[in-house]
């Protein structure tokens, strides 16, 4: 049994990620603002803190002692920093849940070395205002060039599930329903994925192996928007014009310049086993498409 603490565990993968963790009997601790009820009862403890400010972090961690630190909810390197003169000294290992919008559009399969944050100048602004991007870098950055810190940073995609919140695969599903065009600059360009319930998989996964540094996590396989339109269309018998432009309300969420695909070799070569695109994405738009009543 380890002891284990969940920042970011109320909604999406995050609760996905909890509800493993408690049904493998690890004692589980996660730390919220406590403005929001979670569906955990009394399987797990808690701790009212918002992250953003390190005192009361600070106050509500105290000086106690994790196996593993998930930190699904760090976006700036202030935050990173803040979390690590914490915790550093009292956690094992600190998983933190990255993105693949660390890396640049590449003509291959990005893989971890095409971000290195070992080597990425740290450079904070007043403000505290980063892009989506920049942020994840500057806290990749920050805790990877702390020494007193074991950190794995898991690099997802874009995660789907049937409770996105951001509904960006119903967007879809939505417009097909429809017929309302959506606007996208290249409806062929491919793209990697990751299902909610795989990403928790695989988070578990990597606080328990203990994999040092960076580490891209995908489905295996990619789709592009039209051919994703495609199996929209075999579900609910309709679908939906893709246009190059679009009013704002109508251009695609997934509307990328070209490929946006991860190599996850790494981890695969480590042991894990990724989830099939191609199996698990029919499967979603049918569950959302049936919510939708759309048939």
């Not at 942020?135 to 599930?161: D, S």
Request: charge should be negative; aromatic fraction near 8%; glycine fraction near 8%.
């Amino acid at each position: 049994m380890a002891k284990i603490l969940v920042l970011g565990g109320t909604r999406f993968f995050g609760k996905r990620l909890v509800n493993r963790l408690v049904a493998n009997g690890d004692a589980v601790t996660i730390l919220t603002r406590g403005q929001h009820q979670d569906p955990f009862g009394g399987t797990v403890s808690r701790l009212a803190a918002d992250r953003k400010d390190p005192e009361s972090l600070k106050q509500a961690v105290g000086s106690q002692d994790f196996d593993i630190v998930y930190d699904n909810i760090c976006y700036t390197p202030e935050e990173a920093g803040q979390a690590a003169d914490i915790l550093a000294g009292h956690v094992g290992q600190y998983v933190l849940t990255s993105t693949l919008s660390v890396y640049d559009f590449a003509d291959h399969p990005v893989r971890e070395e095409d971000f290195d944050p070992y080597r990425y100048p740290v450079m904070m602004n007043e403000s505290r205002d980063y892009s989506y991007k920049e942020g994840k870098r500057q806290a990749e950055a920050v805790l990877f060039g702390r020494h007193n810190l074991n950190v794995t940073a898991v690099r997802l995609p874009i995660v789907l599930g049937p409770d996105d919140y951001t509904r960006r695969l119903l967007f879809h599903i939505e417009h097909a329903a429809g017929g309302e065009a959506i606007g996208l600059p290249d409806p062929d360009a491919q793209i990697s994925f990751v299902h909610a319930e795989e990403a928790a998989e695989f988070l578990e996964w990597a606080g328990r192996v203990q994999l040092e540094g960076p580490v891209n996590a995908c489905s295996s396989g990619t789709i592009s928007v039209r051919e994703m339109m495609g199996l929209i269309q075999q579900e609910i018998g309709r679908t939906a014009p893709l246009l190059s432009s679009a009013a704002p309300d109508h251009m695609s969420p997934f509307g990328i310049p070209g490929d946006w695909t991860m190599d996850h070799t790494k981890a695969a070569s480590a042991g894990f086993k990724f989830w099939d695109l191609h199996d698990w994405m029919p499967k979603l738009i049918a569950e959302l498409s049936a919510d939708l009543k759309v048939h």
